[in-house]
């Protein structure tokens, strides 16, 4: 095929992804009714305190500013309020979290917390979330599956026992897609999860419960894991914060079965949160001992010295085009950093993007964990006879979770050509970046879709995937809300072991562009 046709049939396809859009839209739309959002809370000193930074409440602790209980009830109170509609929790709110705030105020009162105890707790007294995929001692461990709906940990998962030795209180567990494998939260148990700025529309996955309570303030922070953008891609959809970490430098053990020494793995654990300034003392808290020279989290960061660059796409056929708002958006942040450094945002290419799907595929086969026999608790299931059973509506699996059964016994990717595609790509970006450049790109083509929209068009999500391929860090950053009101968001992305640069960038874009916006209207809040 020319160069020629090859445009010409670029041309028919980027009209046929518009024209498809604009019919799931319209149809979709129609069938989920009037738009609706996240309640605000019921007074302004309420609404003040649940949309603090968790490192501010951390701090108004410390000084007796705020008691513990006081900042655990009323997220308690929260989530049992926006729960009713959002469908996010899994198991919870805990009322032992309660207890244990008003022993930490009660330990204050007595003088017994220490300066040195405050250091080793920078969280105390704090509530925070996680998925539900993700252990949590004594609490229900489902991860989305009819099977499971009465197991529960033993222990906790090693990210949330740090969170805990930080002195922070976990106060419920969160919705996933069946064993997070899916770009939706949906399941057979606990069902679909609704996004607090528009209902009807997706919150991604899998770490969807935690991105929509987050936003909608009901938990000061969360824990979530990304293996194909499963933090990034429901941070994007419901407005924001969430760093995928550079592989390894977060143990792994108790996040969907794993034992914490898996080598070959694109999976990684990380924050999720409202503000920016929430994501480097969380990390912190979250890094193996010995990566803490590495990372260097603790150094400042000279934005105007570094390099910066963008892709403009990743030219896969099946994604949707870029919108016209995202391009703009990234033309503003290109301009804004151009500004800053006073050298230009460069434009930058990696080779073999078009593949970010195909890659991702591969090395999901690669992976230590078994989705087939995840999905079954044990056993292989027959995608054939789930999907007669889904037909006869009497399958324990949603349509999504039957796809990736059946994608199992397609035929698989060529390991040789997967695996030089990767290191060319990588060898690339290394190249790039260097120690001390970043680049941006879209998180998405479009924002936020209507419920059950990828069930058709799925592909976009390999502009979040193919930076676990990559095992590059990269942080999702919160841009303010397109014409439709729903999140915008774009990538910030360094080279391994560089998650300061990403992380000190997306304070900046906070600071220029304003970062998380509230879901709820102002407009009704009582005095």
């Given at each position: 095929m020319t160069d020629r046709e090859k445009s010409s049939l670029a041309t028919v396809i980027?009209?046929?992804?518009?024209?498809?859009?604009?019919?799931?839209?319209?149809?979709?739309?129609?069938?989920?009714?009037?738009?609706?959002?996240?309640?605000?809370?019921?007074?302004?000193?309420?609404?003040?305190?649940?949309?603090?930074?968790?490192?501010?409440?951390?701090?108004?602790i410390r000084e007796r500013k705020l008691h513990s209980y006081e900042v655990v009830k009323a997220y308690y109170d929260r989530l049992i309020t926006v729960n009713r509609e959002l469908n996010a929790v899994v198991d919870g709110p805990f009322s032992e979290a309660l207890e244990e705030a008003r022993g930490i105020d009660e330990r204050f009162k007595r003088g017994e917390i220490t300066e040195e105890e405050l250091n080793r707790k920078p969280f105390l007294g704090v509530p925070f979330t996680t998925k539900d995929s993700t252990e949590v001692a004594g609490k229900l461990h489902t991860l989305g599956l009819v099977s499971r709906r009465n197991e529960r940990s033993p222990n906790d998962?090693?990210?949330?026992?740090?969170?805990?030795?930080?002195?922070?209180?976990?106060?419920?567990?969160?919705?996933?897609?069946?064993?997070?494998?899916?770009?939706?939260?949906?399941?057979?148990?606990?069902?679909?999860?609704?996004?607090?700025?528009?209902?009807?529309?997706?919150?991604?996955?899998?770490?969807?419960?935690?991105?929509?309570?987050?936003?909608?303030?009901?938990?000061?922070?969360?824990?979530?894991?990304?293996?194909?953008?499963?933090?990034?891609?429901?941070?994007?959809?419901?407005?924001i914060f969430g760093h995928k970490p550079t592989k390894g430098v977060v143990n792994m053990r108790g996040c969907t079965f794993r034992k914490g020494d898996e080598e070959h793995t694109m999976v990684a654990a990380g924050p999720m949160t409202r503000y920016a300034e929430d994501l480097i003392p969380?990390?912190?808290?979250?890094?193996?001992?010995?990566?803490?020279?590495?990372?260097?989290?603790?150094?400042?960061?000279?934005?105007?010295?570094?390099?910066?660059?963008?892709?403009?796409?990743?030219?896969?056929?099946?994604?949707?085009?870029?919108?016209?708002?995202?391009?703009?958006?990234?033309?503003?942040?290109?301009?804004?950093?151009?500004?800053?450094?006073?050298?230009?945002?460069?434009?930058?290419?990696?080779?073999?993007?078009?593949?970010?799907?195909?890659?991702?595929?591969?090395?999901?086969?690669?992976?230590?964990?078994?989705?087939?026999?995840?999905?079954?608790?044990?056993?292989?299931?027959?995608?054939?006879?789930?999907?007669?059973?889904?037909?006869?509506?009497?399958?324990?699996?949603?349509?999504?979770?039957?796809?990736?059964?059946?994608?199992?016994?397609?035929?698989?990717?060529?390991?040789?050509?997967?695996?030089?595609?990767?290191?060319?790509?990588?060898?690339?970006?290394?190249?790039?970046?260097?120690?001390?450049?970043?680049?941006?790109?879209?998180?998405?083509?479009?924002?936020?879709?209507?419920?059950?929209?990828?069930?058709?068009k799925f592909a976009d999500f390999s502009y979040f995937s193919i930076f676990n391929v990559l095992h590059v860090p990269v942080t999702q950053v919160p841009m303010g809300l397109d014409s439709r009101g729903m999140p915008m968001g774009i990538q910030v992305v360094a080279n391994e072991m560089n998650d300061r640069l990403c992380l000190n960038v997306a304070k900046e874009l906070e600071r220029a562009f304003g970062g998380w916006v509230r879901p709820y209207k102002h407009n009704n809040m009582t005095k």
């Open positions: 980027h009209f046929l992804h518009i024209i498809l859009d604009r019919i799931l839209e319209f149809a979709l739309g129609w069938l989920l009714g009037t738009a609706r959002n996240v309640p605000i809370p019921p007074n302004k000193e309420q609404e003040e305190l649940l949309s603090t930074s968790a490192v501010k409440l951390a701090c108004l998962a090693e990210c949330v026992r740090l969170m805990k030795e930080s002195g922070a209180i976990i106060i419920a567990t969160t919705n996933v897609p069946e064993v997070n494998k899916w770009i939706e939260t949906r399941n057979m148990l606990i069902g679909q999860t609704k996004n607090p700025y528009d209902y009807r529309r997706s919150v991604g996955g899998s770490s969807g419960g935690e991105a929509a309570l987050i936003s909608a303030c009901c938990t000061a922070f969360g824990l979530g894991t990304d293996i194909g953008g499963s933090i990034r891609i429901p941070a994007f959809n419901c407005g969380i990390m912190k808290v979250l890094i193996e001992p010995s990566q803490t020279k590495t990372l260097r989290l603790e150094e400042s960061v000279n934005l105007k010295s570094l390099r910066y660059f963008y892709i403009p796409c990743n030219n896969m056929l099946q994604c949707n085009p870029i919108g016209e708002e995202e391009q703009s958006l990234m033309l503003k942040i290109c301009s804004y950093f151009t500004n800053l450094s006073g050298t230009e945002v460069k434009l930058a290419t990696l080779p073999y993007l078009e593949s970010s799907s195909k890659m991702w595929r591969y090395w999901m086969t690669q992976e230590p964990a078994n989705f087939n026999k995840l999905l079954g608790n044990g056993e292989n299931l027959n995608p054939f006879f789930e999907l007669f059973k889904k037909l006869l509506g009497r399958s324990e699996f949603t349509m999504a979770a039957i796809y990736s059964l059946i994608d199992a016994l397609l035929p698989p990717e060529r390991e040789q050509k997967m695996r030089e595609a990767t290191k060319r790509c990588k060898n690339a970006l290394n190249e790039l970046l260097g120690d001390d450049g970043v680049l941006f790109f879209h998180s998405s083509p479009r924002t936020a879709p209507f419920h059950y929209y990828p069930l058709i």
